[in-house]
């Protein structure tokens, strides 16, 4: 006669068969679904410090008025034709769904344009977009979001799939606009990625920092290592 399994002795077996293999959690910790991690980082004078958290110009900080990281949120930002979202371990998904997408901060930021008059924007392109636009727009309380005051990238415009890039703006030299920004209070900053949909971005971090001057700005990184290897 054949001996019935005890439950004790199911329960044994059952925990022998497991040896060696990692419990569900932790096989979900070993693989998590692909997060948007940073590749293919450009070059430039103006970079991302992760171990102390700012942004900085040749190794030297730059102080900010704002500063965005979008840890696990979005910070209070929207996107007016896409949607948005938090990126996974950190960052901001934005989808341009429609034409003419328009990333804003949210309003009240009473930020001194003089004091603060630099833009930084750290973003990685995931899905390639059919028109680059980079224009930055702003409001104050003089004025809303118009094409007679806005900014175009100094460095870091139009990145590849893949590429990761900071876009600065100095504010202090508009595209249009003259000295609007260093003579006002900054209510809201506005940018948009691509003139058409279908392009995609991870939003890494924003701020607002004092300016070191467009000559500081346009020095090149690798001009500025070879000077100093003599």
Same mark, same amino acid.
């Given at each position: 006669?054949?001996?019935?399994?005890?439950?004790?002795?199911?329960?044994?077996?059952?925990?022998?068969?497991?040896?060696?293999?990692?419990?569900?959690?932790?096989?979900?910790?070993?693989?998590?679904?692909?997060?948007?991690?940073?590749?293919?980082?450009?070059?430039?004078?103006?970079?991302?410090?992760?171990?102390?958290?700012?942004?900085?110009?040749?190794?030297?900080?730059?102080?900010?008025?704002?500063?965005?990281?979008?840890?696990?949120?979005?910070?209070?930002?929207?996107?007016?034709?896409?949607?948005?979202?938090?990126?996974?371990?950190?960052?901001?998904?934005?989808?341009?769904? &429609?034409?003419?997408? /328009?990333?804003?901060?949210?309003? @009240?930021?009473?930020?001194? =344009? !003089?004091?603060?008059? %630099? *833009?930084?924007?750290?973003?990685?392109?995931?899905?390639?977009?059919?028109?680059?636009?980079?224009?930055?727009?702003?409001?104050?309380?003089?004025?809303?979001?118009? &094409?007679?005051?806005? /900014?175009?990238?100094?460095?870091? @415009?139009?990145?590849?799939? =893949? !590429?990761?890039?900071? %876009? *600065?703006?100095?504010?202090?030299?508009?595209?249009?606009?003259?000295?609007?920004?260093?003579?006002?209070?900054?209510?809201?900053?506005?940018?948009?990625?691509?003139?058409?949909?279908?392009? /995609?971005?991870?939003?890494?971090?924003?701020?607002?920092?004092?300016?070191?001057?467009?000559?500081?700005?346009?020095?090149?990184?690798?001009?500025?290592?070879?000077?100093?290897?003599?």
């Amino acid at each position: 006669m054949k001996s019935i399994p005890t439950l004790a002795g199911v329960a044994a077996a059952l925990l022998l068969s497991a040896c060696g293999q990692p419990a569900p959690w932790a096989r979900a910790a070993a693989a998590p679904q692909p997060s948007q991690a940073v590749r293919n980082e450009r070059v430039q004078a103006v970079a991302w410090n992760e171990g102390a958290g700012r942004f900085e110009l040749r190794g030297a900080p730059l102080r900010a008025g704002r500063l965005w990281t979008f840890e696990g949120a979005t910070d209070g930002f929207v996107l007016a034709g896409g949607e948005v979202l938090p990126s996974t371990p950190a960052g901001l998904e934005v989808r341009n769904l &429609g034409p003419d997408a /328009a990333l804003r901060s949210p309003k @009240g930021l009473a930020l001194d =344009g !003089e004091r603060y008059s %630099l *833009v930084l924007v750290r973003l990685t392109r995931t899905r390639a977009g059919a028109e680059w636009d980079g224009n930055l727009f702003y409001s104050t309380e003089a004025h809303g979001e118009t &094409g007679g005051f806005r /900014a175009k990238p100094a460095a870091g @415009g139009d990145p590849a799939p =893949g !590429e990761t890039v900071v %876009l *600065v703006y100095d504010m202090a030299n508009l595209k249009a606009g003259g000295d609007d920004w260093i003579a006002s209070l900054i209510d809201q900053i506005r940018l948009d990625t691509d003139d058409a949909s279908g392009g /995609a971005f991870v939003v890494h971090q924003v701020a607002v920092t004092e300016n070191p001057g467009a000559a500081a700005l346009a020095q090149s990184p690798l001009r500025t290592a070879r000077i100093a290897d003599h």
